[in-house]
């Protein structure tokens, strides 16, 4: 009997310790990811809810830095340079912390983003950016902190807070055009030495078109003559030996030994040199 007694009690207490309770987070964690343009943005944030209580004024103060949300510091990540106010904010990812008011709110980007709410010792020198917003009144109740990018446009969009019976929007630009002009410039030039390069070699690889491939990487070994690259030669080499170009090849695998015996590339002399000896 003492046995079953001591059986029951030790499962008891195994049940107890594996059991896991599960209830939703109070304040359940968000990940808005948007392009803009040419530039993605990505928040991550904590969602509390008003659950009857009194927001701005009351839970949040007014006129004291807030984190923005709940839990740790909210996050925002551009992945490139954007301009906000006419300032410069570097890309990068930022804690969003803010001060509100009644009528108007700070937005501040802080560089350190790694809190768990508002920093314990706050530092001028890590704001990288701030302005300032109007409050929007909203004609309903908004129940759940919510943040949105809206208002997109290829050179822009607008950071929205929203919460309780207020609405506050930052508009930020972003490079689009400097980005797409550069594309453009780079486009019509016509392919790189590098992407002739890469293609002469992928067709040598794979038994292509060697003339093709005879073109492309006399491209680009052509285009790089001012700053001779060895490993160029080295291909061409390859290529105009496969191609029939005997004396051409040769030509070829003596340039890229020059260049890297002065390099001190020690792979590429020898691979030379035996190519060479087999000619």
Excluded: C, H
């Amino acid at each position: 009997m003492k046995k079953i007694v001591l059986s029951l009690f030790v499962a008891a207490i195994t049940l107890t310790t594996n059991a896991q309770i599960k209830t939703p987070a109070p304040s359940p964690s968000s990940k808005l990811e948007q392009a803009v343009g040419l530039t993605d943005v990505t928040l991550d944030y904590s969602r509390p809810g008003m659950r009857g209580r009194t927001i701005f004024g009351d839970l949040v103060p007014f006129n004291k830095v807030w984190r923005t949300g709940a839990n740790a510091n909210t996050k925002v990540t551009f992945s490139s340079n954007v301009t906000i106010d006419g300032k410069e904010l570097k890309k990068g990812t930022y804690a969003l912390y803010t001060k509100p008011a009644k009528d108007s709110w700070e937005i501040i980007f802080y560089t350190d983003a790694d809190n768990w709410g508002t920093p314990r010792k706050w530092d001028d020198s890590k704001v990288a950016l701030s302005t300032t917003a109007k409050v929007q009144p909203m004609p309903m109740k908004i129940e759940t902190f919510t943040l949105s990018i809206d208002d997109i446009t290829n050179g822009s969009a607008v950071l929205g807070i929203l919460w309780e019976n207020a609405y506050v929007g930052v508009k930020f630009n972003t490079p689009t055009d400097k980005g797409v002009e550069a594309s453009i410039a780079k486009t019509m030039q016509g392919p790189s030495a590098g992407d002739y390069f890469s293609a002469a070699k992928y067709y040598l690889d794979e038994g292509k078109d060697i003339k093709k491939a005879k073109t492309w990487i006399n491209k680009a070994v052509d285009m790089t003559k001012d700053k001779p690259r060895f490993w160029y030669s080295r291909q061409q080499a390859l290529i105009l030996a496969k191609a029939g170009d005997k004396k051409g090849a040769i030509k070829a695998a003596k340039a890229s030994l020059a260049g890297a015996e002065k390099a001190g590339n020690a792979d590429y002399i020898k691979m030379n040199k035996d190519f060479l000896s087999k000619m």
